[in-house]
């Protein structure tokens, strides 16, 4: 397996660009989470699906951010519009079972720089 | 609020020693510890665990210790490696119905000096 798959890699932008970061997850697995990792806050949980369905967003800092998972493989966040505090690297992960504390898979994680 | 924290954000070890990475939680109600180790331009890449009903668990040059009393978790690794070098992360789950949620602590930067 591939593992976890995100693009792109790096994105740099101007302040008040639309952003749209995506993943897909192992096959098989039925959870999908998102991670922003800053060096000031490090891991954070910004929100997690269940067979495609979002069951906690409370990490999601504001109504700029927006997280879809149309299907089983394919997850984007979006941040619209993005400003300079939003820079930082975007960690999307996978799971088999989360109830049973099974293994996070992460991603390579995308490099967003926000200018 | 509860975190998890490291005690120190750097570590320097030489090829062939011991190494230990000390974790303190503050959440009394975690059951379930991990600890991920991040290589630079990565993703965390999961290492070993430990539930609450442990004190010990052991893995390949790997061992996890949980002191529940003092509320401490460590990593050790032994004949560490040049491969070693990387940012390890202590992880809780903070129990009851925040399980689903994993708490990083804020890191570790381990570098092997050859």
């Known amino acids: 397996d591939a593992g976890v798959i995100q693009s792109p890699r790096h994105e740099v932008t101007e302040m008040g660009q639309e952003v749209t970061l995506r993943c897909k997850p192992i096959?098989?697995?039925?959870?999908l989470f998102w991670y922003r990792q800053t060096m000031m806050r490090g891991l954070e949980l910004l929100i997690y699906?269940?067979?495609?369905?979002?069951?906690?967003d409370s990490g999601m800092p504001e109504d700029r951010f927006s997280a879809k998972m149309p299907n089983a493989s394919f997850s984007t966040l979006k941040i619209q519009p993005s400003e300079p505090r939003d820079s930082a690297v975007y960690f999307c992960?996978?799971?088999?079972?989360?109830?049973?504390?099974?293994?996070?898979?992460f991603g390579s994680g995308t490099q967003l720089s926000v200018l | 609020g509860e975190n998890v924290g490291l005690h120190l954000p750097t570590l320097s070890v030489q090829e062939g020693d011991n190494s230990i990475i000390n974790c303190a939680y503050s959440?009394?109600?975690?059951?379930?510890f991990i600890w991920y180790k991040q290589e630079s331009g990565k993703g965390p890449q999961f290492i070993i665990d430990?539930?609450?009903?442990?004190d010990k668990r052991q893995g390949q040059r790997v061992t996890v210790l949980l002191n529940k009393t003092v509320k401490h978790l460590s990593l050790q690794i032994a004949a560490t490696q040049p491969g070693d070098s990387a940012v390890y992360f202590c992880?809780?789950?903070?129990?009851?119905?925040?399980?689903?949620?994993?708490?990083f602590g804020a890191g570790t930067t381990v570098t092997v000096r050859a």
């Open positions: 699906f269940n067979n495609n369905v979002p069951i906690d």
């Open positions: 959440n009394s109600a975690s059951d379930y």
């Open positions: 992960a996978s799971s088999l079972s989360y109830s049973n504390n099974e293994k996070l898979f």
């Open positions: 992880a809780e789950n903070g129990g009851g119905s925040n399980d689903y949620k994993l708490s």
């Open positions: 430990i539930r609450s009903n442990m």
């Open positions: 096959s098989g697995h039925d959870y």
